[in-house]
């Protein structure tokens, strides 16, 4: 049986109360006596506090599978605004739990929701549901609690209407039971009372530790709550009527959480009665352990209570051996089964009299505690556990339900869901667009949580059913690839069938190649009659890739292939909502889909090459060329290199050398190899000889090509794996290639002559911002064409058969295929780890531009995070979050406060924001050594990486060897892969863009205006040497020398910092007095709403940045987000946003001045210039604001954390 647990009781406040203990005791039970039924419990993302300590709690018991549930906030019942929402989250829910296909669903408190972001169930059909149901008091003392309140007596009477609605209910004793019969008139054989049990935590403790500073000498004890129905008024009136001697010798003690209304009202009325603050002691929240302690010496502990649905506080205290008295109503009674424990609740004489008693009379003391050992024999959580389990398996009637019937199911509720959230749309117009985005992005979320839960109950079978999809009758790469691991699989095994399709859709194959290839054939057959759900996986290889469609139990992509660093962040969105998981060509495409954001299981499969082998090289053809043949083969795409290949060639030889370069490309719309070839002929007359071979060659001709030449010359500027490359090695001919893309899974110094590179921005035709290639230096192709050309036939040989070896060792498709199965074995593995806990170390709380930027980013984090932070931090925001401030940046600081907080909190990945000035170098790398040793993921976020002059002994290389542990390291710029590239470390390096705040920004309203309205521009970031701001206001001076309209509106603030102080000074004596009505300067330090609407007042925003070591500006991206023109002095500081910005000619007075008045004139006039660049600027802004850059570090997070 499916047994799955709505455990929202153990997150709203009922986690602080009897209903959450009884709760979790009830769990605990269960997981211990479950036998073979699988247990599935479900929390809510909407109480985060809560979501470790109980990752932690079920990770303990190591039993069941917990499930996070991911909402939107605002749904609490007390608030009228959250009606919407929290009918849509109800609704969310409903399909999230019916997507995890249970056969029972067990909510352990029904009536949460009122005052927390709790979310009712309803609508549930195909499976039966149940309520844990602890008491009716609200329906019962409807006078005290529903009728003073009309919204919670809305709230009570509508969940209560859902609840009658239940298949059973378990009740905690036989008192909640007769209730619920007698109130919601229900079949009694579905009403099942299990009665409770105390906590096996609680017993007699004989320390007083954690007491000792709460109550000094004997005491009555109370423990529980303070609402109406505890009759504590009646309690501390009879304690103010015992004899003077026994209130001297006995205090009261309240233990236990109250409200401050609660608490006011004990407090007066303990002042009515004379009581003093030494007398009635009320302790607030204690801990289980304080709370066992209080009830171990307590001289008698008492329940007032006039109605109680167990009464769990009566059960604790008489495991811990105190003698207890309680009311003689509702379920008290029967719990401790001893008339001389009962008063009457209601008569405050009857409450004095049997204190009094009990303290008084040995003979009665020694029968309570009697009682109390007898009683909790018979009041044991495996009782409970056993009757609540009877009673579910009595009443369900478990049916297997196959992948397909649960597909169609799944898909009518998710086009039911849609349909009701369309219809609460239309409804109300004015609903939050957020809104929209927040559920899109929910339901996604819980798709791909549900179909990670379910995927167990259909396993795969060591031969399992595969539907791979794509084209495969053609000579196209990806055909080439889906056929053969087709093929590989089959043979394998498995049972495969080969759909034909692509990016745009299905296509009916070639049915002369389908005669061809019998046994294709009949795998493409058996797809058109293979049920679609009947298969174990659904695999694609197309381009674009489409995966929103895919309906198979497992579904993913294989050979998957990628070039340059960037990827579309739409595909990152839908591969990471639709797909279980990737296998990737390379270690390549491995690490920058997870360097973009994929956060799947992404295995390495490679790419098969043995076919080649079966190729019989065609030895009627023969190719025209001198002595010595280069030979580059690709489609000439800009990132083949075919440019640099030809000026390479120019360089290296002459017409005179007896040397060959065989082009063997195709025509394309990106072919341009001949003009370029043209070009440098007409520039060079002694440029050598080039052959361009365009025409189909059949495989058999290829090969003979690749046998006719010397050496295969492959520049390319990025490779997903490099088919040509390894076709080449088999065939005897070593290569050239760059030093960077997944040809280097099989490229080394040994096998191929390898190219130094530099990383450049990639100009392909997706136009992906911050995305890079490896462009080869032109030297260093020069350098390797001419080694090639002189070494003899035997070295070359030797390149080659050493490639060759290792490709037909590990690259055969029988080893693809098997890695392949074995990664769908491992999918359950990777996915069953629980979400990394997550450490940062930054600023925190202080003017710090990267205490900003971790702000900024983790405003969006969808998960929690522990900060460990600089002590300079103000300590005085309380938004929830669990920051510690544990290291200073003294260069004296070993980072031991902060590594014994990191190991406290059981950190799975670190995050650590670095600047030169944080810290010891030393320390830091002993830090990160420590915690690579550890097992931890480690991401560090560069954002300098140029060594600073002012502290010549913190140099980056001295970090080398520990930056190598680093599983990411992330910069913001080209230049920083470079600079960190000449140190040796690529592989762990990628750029994560600085982000820009979410802001609605206004239109250009400089657009179309005329010379009669001032041109306003603003200046933003910190008063510092290097902003330029000095220059700016002298530049402002010549233009009203000039008499132009302008305006400027600097915001720049304060730094804490001498020099900042006295440059405001100075630039506060330059404004004074004939600037007055030109510059207004403002030096406080604004909000980011207050920045942004400054800024979107401004025609233009200006930067005008002298000298820096920095390799980003965060300052610019303030600009950039209010949607207005961006211009900035020619800086490398800007490059990461060159594309976007307008550019001054200089940084001088006078060349700021002039690119004002130039950019005034484009901008006013609309031209080409800055129409292209704020179309560029509008995309960029796109993917690099907060809620983006914030969403793909998280998934960069997760991906490391599943992939580790």
Same mark, same amino acid.
């Given at each position: 049986m499916r047994i799955l647990f709505d455990l929202q009781a153990l997150q709203t406040e009922s986690r602080f109360r009897g209903i959450g203990r009884y709760a979790k005791s009830l769990i605990d039970s269960l997981v211990r006596t479950s036998g073979n039924h699988q247990m599935i419990f479900v929390i809510s993302d909407l109480f985060p506090e809560t979501v470790e300590p109980l990752k932690a709690y079920f990770e303990e018991l190591d039993a069941g599978e917990l499930v996070l549930f991911s909402g939107v906030a605002g749904v609490r019942a007390m608030e009228i605004e959250t009606v919407p929402n929290r009918l849509v989250q109800e609704r969310i829910y409903s399909t999230f739990i019916a997507d995890l296909k249970p056969d029972v669903l067990l909510i352990l408190s029904p009536f949460e929701g009122y005052v927390d972001d709790a979310i009712r169930p309803v609508n549930l059909e195909g499976f039966l549901v149940g309520g844990l149901i602890h008491d009716l008091i609200p329906l019962v003392q409807k006078n005290i609690y529903l009728d003073p309140n009309p919204r919670y007596s809305n709230f009570y009477m509508d969940t209560l209407l859902g609840v009658k609605n239940f298949d059973f209910f378990l009740t905690n004793s036989d008192n909640t039971k007769q209730e619920l019969l007698q109130h919601c008139h229900l079949n009694p054989d579905v009403v099942i009372n299990i009665d409770g049990a105390p906590e096996p935590f609680f017993e007699f403790d004989d320390d007083k530790d954690e007491i000792h500073e709460i109550i000094d000498g004997k005491y009555i004890l109370y423990s529980g709550g303070g609402d109406p129905r505890k009759n504590l008024p009646r309690l501390i009136s009879a304690y103010s009527k015992l004899p003077i001697d026994v209130q001297r010798e006995y205090k009261i003690v309240f233990a236990g959480r109250l409200s401050p209304g609660e608490q006011h009202v004990l407090v007066e009325q303990c002042s009515r009665n004379g009581l003093s603050e030494e007398q009635a002691i009320f302790t607030g929240y204690v801990s289980d352990r304080a709370l066992r302690q209080l009830y171990s010496h307590c001289s008698l502990f008492i329940f007032p209570s006039y109605h109680e649905g167990l009464g769990l506080p009566v059960l604790e205290a008489m495991k811990c051996g105190a003698p207890v008295i309680v009311a003689n109503a509702a379920a008290l009674p029967a719990l401790v089964d001893f008339d001389g424990a009962l008063f009457d609740p209601f008569d405050v004489l009857s409450i004095c009299d049997k204190i009094k008693e009990a303290l008084t009379n040995e003979e009665l003391r020694r029968a309570l505690i009697e009682n109390a050992i007898t009683r909790c024999s018979i009041y044991t959580w495996e009782r409970s556990a056993g009757l609540a389990l009877g009673a579910l398996n009595s009443l369900t009637d478990v049916k297997d339900v196959n992948f397909e019937e649960y597909s169609i199911l799944r898909d009518n509720r998710y086009a039911a869901l849609i349909e009701f959230i369309g219809q609460k749309i239309a409804d109300d117009p004015d609903l939050e667009k957020s809104h929209l985005l927040q559920w899109s992005q929910q339901i996604a979320n819980n798709q791909t949580t549900a179909r990670r839960v379910v995927r167990s109950s259909w396993?795969?079978?060591?031969?399992?059913?595969?539907? $791979?999809?794509?084209? !495969?009758?053609?000579?196209?790469?990806?055909?080439? #690839?889906?056929?053969e691991i087709a093929r590989a699989l089959e043979v394998n095994g498995n049972r495969v069938s080969l759909h034909s399709t692509e990016g745009l859709g299905d296509f009916e194959p070639n049915? +002369? !190649?389908?005669?061809?290839?019998?046994?294709?054939? +009949?795998?493409?057959?058996?797809?058109?009659?293979?049920?679609? !759900?009947?298969?174990?996986? +659904?695999?694609?290889?197309?381009?674009?890739?489409?995966?929103s469609d895919m309906r198979g139990k497992i579904n993913m992509l294989h050979n998957y292939a990628w070039e340059e660093s960037g990827f579309p962040s739409q595909w990152v969105d839908q591969f990471n909502d639709y797909l279980d998981g990737i296998a990737c060509v390379s270690n390549h495409v491995r690490s920058l889909l997870i360097s973009n954001g994929v956060a799947l299981p992404l295995s390495v499969t490679g790419n098969g090459v043995d076919h080649w082998e079966k190729v019989v090289s065609d030895k009627e053809i023969s190719f025209e060329g001198r002595e010595f043949k280069f030979l580059h083969v690709s489609s000439c795409f800009p990132r083949k290199g075919i440019d640099l290949l030809l000026e390479a060639f120019g360089f290296a030889f002459s017409i005179k050398d007896n040397v060959s370069l065989i082009i063997k490309t195709f025509p394309n719309p990106h072919n341009d190899v001949r003009a370029q070839l043209n070009r440098h002929r007409s520039r060079n007359p002694l440029y050598p000889h080039v052959i361009i071979l365009e025409e189909d060659l059949q495989e058999s001709q290829l090969k003979a090509l690749y046998e006719a030449c010397d050496v295969l010359v492959c520049p390319s500027f990025a490779e997903g !794996?490099?088919?040509? $490359?390894?076709?080449?090695?088999?065939?005897? #001919?070593?290569?050239?290639t760059t030093a960077w893309g997944g040809q280097m899974d099989f490229c080394s110094t040994e096998t191929a002559w390898l190219l130094d590179y530099d990383f450049k921005l990639a100009k392909s035709h997706i136009d992906l911002p911050d995305s890079v290639w490896a462009v080869p230096k032109t030297c260093?192709? #020069?350098?390797?064409?001419?080694?090639?050309y002189a070494s003899s036939a035997e070295e070359r040989s030797l390149k080659a058969e050493l490639g060759k070896a290792l490709l037909l060792k590990r690259f055969r498709w029988q080893h693809v295929a098997h890695r392949l199965s074995q990664s769908i074995k491992d999918l359950g593995l990777a996915q069953k780890k629980n979400e990394p806990r997550v450490g940062w170390v930054t600023t925190w709380d202080t003017k710090c531009g990267i205490a900003t930027y971790s702000e900024h980013l983790l405003e969006y984090w969808p998960g929690q995070v522990s900060i460990f932070a600089r002590k300079d931090g103000q300590r005085i925001r309380n938004d929830g979050r669990d920051v510690q401030f544990t290291w200073r940046d003294d260069n004296q600081d070993n980072l031991g406060e902060t590594q014994t907080s990191i190991d406290d909190h059981n950190i799975d990945v670190i995050v650590i924001q670095f600047n030169y000035g944080f810290f010891n170098f030393k320390s830091f790398s002993n830090f990160i050594e420590r915690n690579h040793f550890l097992g931890r993921k480690i991401i560090v976020v560069l954002h300098s990486t140029t060594d600073p002059v002012q502290t010549p002994e913190k140099k980056l290389e001295n970090l080398v060897p520990a930056l190598k542990l680093c599983d990411r390291l992330l910069v913001h710029g080209c230049s920083d892969l470079n600079r960190l590239k000449t140190y040796g470390l690529v592989e762990n390096v990628a750029i994560f863009p600085h982000g820009i705040l979410d802001f609605e920004g206004s239109a250009n309203s400089a657009y179309n205006r005329t010379d009669k309205d001032a041109f306003t521009v603003a200046t933003y970031g910190f008063f510092l040497p290097h902003k330029g701001l000095i220059e700016t206001i002298q530049a402002f001076d010549l233009l009203r020398e000039k008499g132009a309209n302008v305006k400027l509106n600097m915001l720049n603030a304060q730094f804490p910092a001498p020099i900042s102080a006295s440059l405001i000074r100075e630039a506060q004596s330059m404004i004074r007095g004939k600037l007055d009505d030109v510059v207004s300067l403002t030096t406080d330090f604004l909000s980011d709403r207050e920045s942004l609407e400054q800024l979107s007042a401004a025609d233009l925003i200006l930067y005008p940045y002298q000298n820096t070591a920095e390799s980003a500006s965060g300052a610019v991206r303030y600009g950039l987000a209010v949607n207005k023109p961006v211009a900035v002095s020619p800086a490398p500081i800007f490059d990461d946003v060159n594309d976007v910005v307008f550019q001054l000619p200089g940084t001088n007075p006078e060349a700021i001045a002039n690119g004002v008045i130039a950019l005034r004139e484009s901008i006013r006039t609309g031209d080409d210039l800055f129409l292209k660049k704020s179309a560029c600027a509008s995309r960029w802004c796109d993917s690099h604001r907060y809620s983006y850059v914030s969403k793909r570090l998280y998934n960069i997070v997760r991906g490391l954390w599943i992939n580790g």
């Open positions: 396993p795969i079978a060591e031969s399992s059913n595969w539907r $791979l999809e794509g084209p !495969f009758d053609s000579t196209y790469s990806l055909a080439l #690839v889906n056929r049915a +002369q !190649f389908l005669r061809k290839h019998p046994d294709l054939k +009949q795998l493409y057959d058996r797809s058109k009659t293979y049920n679609v !759900f009947a298969n174990d996986v +659904q695999s694609r290889n197309i381009y674009p890739p489409r995966v !794996f490099g088919l040509p $490359l390894a076709e080449a090695m088999l065939s005897g #001919v070593p290569v050239i260093a192709i #020069v350098n390797a064409m001419k080694e090639a």
